[in-house]
């Protein structure tokens, strides 16, 4: 009756559509951006009273904005490009020859988790139109816990929670010859194959009697600094622990707040345990893809967003 009164018709109307966004909202949601990029979509429609949907559309249609996740990435030094490159070549032409060799590679590192939390990088994304170079002051003298993780195709080893508060070469050995061989020796008979062991180049990874134990246990089979198998310097892009696990963990870690170091501990063995067989193999594919990206980029960073 409404329409037929305005109209002189009861036939349906065409629909105009939903309205499209004033420039004037387009505009506060640029400076919205420009003041503070790190703010969620859900609190920038808070704040702007304008629809989530609506900010969403204006942000890549309308401004060409990108979501940034942060990376914590090394500086690559000049001399450091042709190692990373020649890796990589290695690396892929093991891989052509034995499509088993992946799969045989046990990577390993250690990471320090403090109870006053980290950064995380997962849940927080910066609004703009190119790559932002972000800072993130921390608090020192927080209590800590040092851990260490082995990665191989279809399982973890760990976690290893150190006592110590430094890890030195005598504490790193007593760690590798009392509780990862045995678990590496468990997974060779399991799988009726011999396992590459990796490692970076930490300072207590290159001393003289570590890797004389590594070169006995893993004869020319073994990847680090001074290895068989040269490790190249500053190169996380390349470790699934440093582009995938340790970001992982600490994101469901530090999803509540941290009591002490026994809660610290409890969240990480916890978060460990939500690590699936499927999401490690589909992170061995990636593996792969990094290498042939090093490779054809001469081993620029490799940027994710």
Same mark, same amino acid.
């Given at each position: ?84 490159? /020649?890796?990589?070549? #290695? ?5 052509? %020859?034995? +499509?088993?060799?992946? =799969?045989? $590679?046990?990577?390993? &590192? ?66 590798? /010859?009392?509780?990862? #061989? ?5 997974? %060779?008979? +399991?799988t009726v194959s =011999?396992? $590459?062991?990796?490692? &970076? ?63 610290l501990q409890e969240?990480?063995?916890s978060a460990i ?13 990636? $593996? ?18």
């Amino acid at each position: 009756m409404n329409q037929f009164k305005e109209t002189g018709t009861v036939e349906k109307q065409k629909s105009t559509g939903r309205p499209r966004t004033s420039e004037e909202d387009v505009e506060r949601i640029r400076q919205s951006c420009i003041r503070s990029p790190k703010n969620s979509i859900a609190r920038r429609s808070v704040t702007l009273r304008i629809p989530k949907t609506t900010i969403q559309s204006v942000l890549h249609k309308r401004l060409r904005f990108h979501a940034y996740k942060i990376q914590l990435k090394q500086e690559i030094k000049p001399d450091d490009r042709p190692k990373h490159v /020649e890796f990589a070549n #290695f690396m892929l032409s093991a891989v052509d %020859e034995d +499509e088993t060799f992946l =799969r045989r $590679i046990c990577f390993s &590192d250690e990471a320090t988790f403090y109870v006053n939390g980290c950064v995380n990088r997962h849940d927080c994304r910066i609004w703009g139109t190119q790559q932002p170079n972000g800072i993130h002051k921390y608090v020192r003298g927080s209590p800590k816990v040092n851990v260490w993780y082995g990665l191989l195709y279809d399982r973890v080893i760990g976690p290893f929670f150190f006592s110590e508060s430094t890890i030195t070469g005598v504490v790193y050995l007593s760690l590798l /010859e009392q509780y990862v #061989f045995p678990q590496i020796e468990t997974f %060779e008979q +399991e799988t009726v194959s =011999r396992v $590459i062991f990796m490692q &970076d180049g930490a300072p207590p990874h290159f001393i003289c009697f570590v890797t004389d134990v590594l070169n006995e246990r893993f004869p020319d089979a073994w990847v680090g600094r001074g290895g068989p198998i040269p490790w190249p310097p500053r190169s996380p892009d390349l470790s699934p622990l440093d582009f995938f696990l340790w970001g992982y963990i600490k994101n469901i870690v530090y999803a509540e707040k941290i009591r002490n170091i026994q809660h610290l501990q409890e969240r990480i063995t916890s978060a460990i345990e939500t690590v699936t067989r499927d999401m490690i193999q589909k992170t061995w594919q990636v $593996i792969e893809f990094r290498l042939d990206v090093s490779r054809a980029t001469n081993s620029a960073h490799i940027e994710m967003y």
